[in-house]
């Protein structure tokens, strides 16, 4: 299943109209890409071009569209199989990078083509041919060059849903060579494929920490957060023993979360909650999920405002389609009415939009939560309560209101802006992500990561985000 789709089959009304809409749009991306290289003077942006076409090539496969998905698949193999130019640092870098990446899109794309599960580990090739540069990354001295592959490869899946529809990478592991052991467990437990063996080390670990005697509750809280997505590896058994942890664990200690890798403690907790309400719906555990959505809205009515957006920001979607993927949509229903509550407090739009009038990144992460309110409400049929909130929001993106926010602020927007644009009719939804793709201004979202010489993380977060909402809509029955 699709990361965040409904369960059930392909809609059969939707699906026509929803391939029609990929294929028109996929010019449309390619050209936004082109022109922000060229605005920006930034020829690296190109190199996106090519996860643009594996994409779409996803989307297809997904879609049933298996001849265009090899048709775009072999394209972009075509375009990255060419000589190297030069012979030098640089060059072997782009070269190991696109080669990997390639490898791991593949495997998703073929996945998705014969019709299967998008979930599960990435292919043992994969993992290998990243491995083998790891541990030359390890041994080769500080700087050298295996060191930046590796990382812009992990980076990659650190923000990719499709090639990590829900294990989490984390791409300083090996970049920042960091002597934590907790660090170097998870590393080998992310490379174990025996079920059995995971098993039992996750739970060893557990229960004796890293010092292989007791764990401490900072551990367990740790352990708890890394581990839950691996039990997908496992069993269905296995996951509900390790949820049960999680639905009696708190009161949580995050001191060790924070204390090494300044992860605030409501962040690593929404984590944790979110990760966990995916594995139990994954396995169909209603119960279990119930339980976790009482702790999520309990973690969001304890946190501060600040830190309240953007919690729900970052998990309630996920939440809502777990909710849907159960059926639960009464407590789905629930839950948004509690969200709303907290995230208005009673105040209107124009209201909220005055209070922030001078302070355009906290008025931009109001704004990003009140999508994922909107995206609820469209889902219920609450047309009128949600509509004004996609404007504001399309407003924000296309007009003067957008220029005082910064590249990753603007992103975040408009990738919340087209998830929440999932839930709305289909052809509303398809016309404003052209239009989104076709107005926005090019130099919005700019590419000055470390792995610009790679790819454009935003751009590509953008795409993928559209690609998702897209394919989303041809598993709704509520058109």
Not at 88 to 95: C, D, F, L, V
Not at 235 to 255: H, I, K, N, Q
Not at 300 to 319: D, N, T
Request: aromatic share 8%; hydrophobic share 40%; with cysteine.
């Amino acid at each position: 299943m699709l990361l965040g789709m409904e369960s059930g089959p392909l809609d059969p009304r939707a699906l026509p109209k929803v391939v029609t809409g990929i294929l028109d749009l996929h010019q449309t991306v390619r050209e936004w890409v082109e022109k922000s290289a060229k605005v920006q003077e930034h020829e690296h942006i190109k190199q996106n071009l090519a996860y643009v076409d594996l994409l779409f090539s996803f989307a297809l496969g997904k879609l049933g569209e298996s001849t265009q998905a090899k048709k775009l698949l072999e394209d972009v193999w075509m375009s990255l199989d060419t000589p190297v130019s030069m012979i030098n640092e640089s060059a072997i870098i782009k070269t190991e990078v696109r080669k990997i990446l390639f490898m791991a899109f593949k495997y998703r794309i073929e996945q998705a083509i014969i019709g299967g599960t998008h979930a599960g580990p990435m292919s043992p090739e994969v993992t290998k041919a990243r491995e083998i540069i790891a541990v030359k990354s390890r041994n080769e001295g500080i700087n050298n060059p295996y060191k930046t592959i590796v990382y812009a490869i992990d980076r990659m899946f650190e923000v990719s849903m499709v090639l990590e529809p829900h294990e989490r990478i984390d791409s300083s592991q090996e970049y920042y060579n960091r002597a934590i052991k907790l660090r170097e467990v998870f590393r080998e437990l992310s490379a174990m494929h025996d079920a059995q063996t995971l098993a039992d080390r996750i739970r060893r670990l557990y229960r004796e920490g890293a010092s292989g005697e007791k764990s401490t509750k900072d551990e367990q809280s740790w352990i708890l957060r890394h581990t839950i997505p691996l039990t997908l590896r496992v069993s269905a058994d296995f996951a509900a023993e390790m949820l049960e942890y999680v639905v009696e664990g708190r009161p949580f200690d995050w001191s060790a979360e924070y204390r090494e890798w300044k992860v605030s403690p409501w962040r690593a907790e929404g984590q944790l909650l979110t990760r966990s309400l995916f594995v139990a719906a994954h396995f169909g555990y209603d119960k279990i999920a119930k339980k976790l959505v009482t702790h999520f809205a309990d973690l969001v009515h304890s946190s501060k405002a600040e830190s309240r957006f953007k919690l729900i920001c970052e998990g309630a979607g996920q939440l809502f389609r777990s909710l849907q993927r159960l059926g639960l949509m009464d407590e789905a229903k629930q839950f948004l009415t509690q969200l709303q509550v907290k995230v208005l407090e009673g105040a209107k739009l124009e209201k909220l939009r005055k209070k922030y009038a001078h302070e355009p990144r906290s008025w931009n992460r109001v704004l990003q939560t009140l999508l994922s309110l909107a995206a609820g409400w469209m889902r219920f049929g609450m047309k009128d309560q949600a509509l004004p909130i996609l404007n504001e929001a399309r407003n924000n993106l296309l007009n003067q209101n957008g220029s005082d926010l910064q590249s990753l602020d603007y992103t975040n927007l408009a990738t919340m802006y087209v998830g929440a644009l999932a839930q709305a009719p289909l052809e509303v939804a398809q016309a404003q992500i052209t239009e989104l793709f076709e107005a926005m201004d090019p130099r919005r979202i700019s590419n000055t990561f470390t792995t610009a010489p790679y790819y454009s993380r935003l751009h590509f977060v953008l795409v993928e985000a559209t690609i998702l909402s897209l394919c989303r809509m041809a598993y709704r029955v509520d058109l």
